[in-house]
């Protein structure tokens, strides 16, 4: 049962209502996991400590190369943020897919990532940028990667009783790079996409210098493609090249049976074009932005 919610002003308070209320204090952002949760009994906590009034966590940055995103911007915010679009489109797509528009305005990126669900659309987003996360327990400070932040189905890395994530960061893309996103849904009511791939490339002339293809749900976390990127990297750019990546992606594919998101075997059959479609749309912006 709730006891308490806590509007911390800095993240030092935060940490320290955490630290005061040990396992029994919570951090909530906008609860759109969460709330369902608690509600189901899947998680526990008798205080909630809302960081959205944290003027720090609030912002989005692009510094020395690096895009910075706080821990209470919202899908919304994302979407819209013409750094967002500008240096990593791949991002501003996935962000807008999520949901419904009351969910985009509530949920943050950093707790769809945080809620660990294998097909969460920013969290394959932010795998393909390569973003990393930097993560605040009172005593300590640590930087993971997003796809590292997966320790299980469902289940997080961090520990959001003690430990609060406070960013995470990717490197802006450049003007011979591009990115794309592609999304297979059901209806739009359907929480979660059948299928989501994003694609980030970095071209040298008509080369690709290197690719990152990121795949889900078909693990227990956003998948990379990397036979697909192997066979990208240092290749020209052809269609027949692409096609070739996009059909190895399914080597590294194991997605479930589902009967609400599709079937195990038309999943496979689907992503490869999913996969063709992202590197196209991302060569045709890299070729654009140079
Ligand atoms: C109807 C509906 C439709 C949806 N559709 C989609 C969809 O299409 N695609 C999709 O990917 N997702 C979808 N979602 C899920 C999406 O809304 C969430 O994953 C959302 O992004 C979570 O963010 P939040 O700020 O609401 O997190 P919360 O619910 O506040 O928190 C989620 C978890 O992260 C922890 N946490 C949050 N922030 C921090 C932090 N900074 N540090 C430490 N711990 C933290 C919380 O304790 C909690 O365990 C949907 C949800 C609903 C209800």
Known sequence: MLQDYLVPETVEQALSHL????????????????????????????????????PGLQMITVENGFVRIGAAVTHNQVAKSDIIRDKASVLAQAARSVGSLQIRNSGT?????LNAQPAADTAVALTALGAVAEILSPAAKENLPVEDLYAGLGKS???????????????????????????????????????????????????????????APVGTKPVRATGSEAILTGARVTSEIIEKAAGAAIAQANPRDSALRGSREYRLEVLPVLVRRALESAVAQAKANS
């Open 19 to 54: 630290q005061e209320n040990k396992g029994k204090a919570r951090i909530i952002a906008g609860g759109t996991d969460l709330l369902l949760d608690l509600k189901e009994g899947k998680k526990e906590a008798g205080i909630l400590v809302d960081i959205t009034k944290i």
């Open 109 to 113: 990126v950093v707790g769809n990532v």
């Open 157 to 215: 890395a961090v520990d959001s009783a003690s430990q609060l994530l406070t960013m995470v960061q990717f490197p802006a893309l450049s003007t011979n790079q591009g990115s794309a996103f592609e999304r297979l849904e059901q209806r739009k009511a359907l929480a979660l996409p059948m299928l989501n791939v994003a694609v980030v490339v970095s071209l040298s002339g008509e080369q690709f210098e290197w690719a990152r293809i990121v795949m």
